[in-house]
């Protein structure tokens, strides 16, 4: 059947159409689809504890009560935590800015630039995002913590996802073999299988890898002395869910503070050792050697989706964005059809 220019010409229109009207609901839903996706990779992060429960012959009420009472004493002890620390970060901010003014001018005076003009040039660069001067960076940090717990803040929704969602696990396969009959249904359980089984060891191992970054983090920090060590431990387990940078990331904020903070090279080197050591030995001997080679995703992909979730939906988009990435890559290959595109989401075959 010969296509003629306007079926041609209608099917482009379909092409450029769908992935914005796909970007617009995203965008208009993300009221429940941000807690539903919180609340679904909480249920494959937290799916191997359940199912060692459920081998010990405990009922299914009673391990959702415990799940779900971990997670409200989580979220209730993380949100007091965190408020503290922020807190205690933007009252030490102007001693952190009059410090930051104090090493930036004998790099200024070695470079022969006039200081005035580079806080002309700083000022005018907070300008452009609607701030005047470097102090209001504390309002963003505001700002941020007040979005984070506002994220916080969806718990609830979270909590009735988790608890709905686990309460269903059992009854799935029965209604995919009542729907689609016996035959179909093997078939459609068994994917089903591979994905859920890929996805809840890839979450749940990530989650306790991540956690032992954050301990450590938290600890060396703590003995070392710096500034709110909780906070950067927290950072570190957070960002460890991004591979290749997520690490790099964390160390940047505590290795400024802890300079601004004492004006030690030695104390600050000691910090960036901190780092570098715990993302050496968990990043390149624990994780491997617990995970494999882990999702492999390619670091072009996982920029890709920082930018595209993070423009979406803000700071939930950007910490949900690896993980649904990494979900989506895993579920790609378990399809003949699928599997090349899964590939392209990885990192770089060797030859």
């Given amino acids: 059947m010969n296509r003629t220019p306007a079926h041609i010409i209608l ?52 391990r959702i009560l415990l799940t779900v009472f971990f997670l409200v004493g989580i979220c209730y002890i993380l949100e007091r935590l965190i408020q503290q620390n922020l807190a205690s970060l933007m009252e030490s901010w102007p001693d952190f ?36 001067e470097l102090k209001p960076i504390g309002v963003l940090m505001q700002y941020l913590s007040g979005s984070f717990f506002s994220f916080l803040g969806n718990a609830f929704w979270v909590i009735l996802f988790v608890v709905f969602i686990l309460s269903e696990r059992g009854a799935v396969a029965r209604k995919i073999v009542k729907g689609f009959g016996p035959e179909k249904a093997i078939n459609i359980l068994d994917t089903m ?10 979450l749940g191992l990530k989650t306790l890898i991540s956690l032992l970054t954050g301990i450590l983090v938290w600890i060396l920090l703590a003995l070392l002395q710096v500034p709110l060590p909780f906070l950067w431990g927290l950072l570190a387990f957070l960002l460890n869910f991004i591979p290749n940078i997520g690490s790099v990331i964390a160390g940047i904020p505590p290795v400024l503070v802890t300079l601004f903070d004492s004006g030690s090279i030695v104390k600050t080197l000691a910090v960036t050792i901190v780092f570098v050591v715990v993302q050496t030995v968990v990043g ?23 930018l595209f979730w993070g423009w979406l939906w803000g700071i939930p988009g950007m910490l949900l964005s690896v993980p649904m990435t990494a979900a989506l890559k895993i579920g790609l290959e378990q399809f003949d059809n699928t599997k090349p595109i899964a590939i392209l989401l990885g990192d770089t075959p060797e030859p």
């Fill in 193 to 202: 299988w591979k994905i859920n089984k890929s996805v809840q060891q890839y």
């Fill in 11 to 62: 099917d482009l229109t379909c092409i450029v159409i769908f992935p914005i009207a796909l970007v617009f609901i995203l965008e208009s839903l993300s009221f429940i689809l941000i807690p539903f996706l919180i609340a679904l990779l909480f249920c494959y992060a937290i799916g191997l504890p359940m199912d060692y429960l459920q081998q010990h012959h405990v009922p299914p009420v009673i």
């Fill in 97 to 132: 800015e009059e410090k930051f003014w104090v090493y930036t001018s004998i790099v200024l005076d070695k470079l022969e630039i006039p200081q005035e003009k580079a806080r002309e040039t700083l000022r005018a660069f907070f300008s452009n995002l609607g701030k005047d």
């Fill in 284 to 306: 390149n001997i624990v994780e491997p050697k617990v995970l494999g080679r882990g999702l492999d995703l390619s670091p072009l992909v996982v920029l890709l989706s920082l």
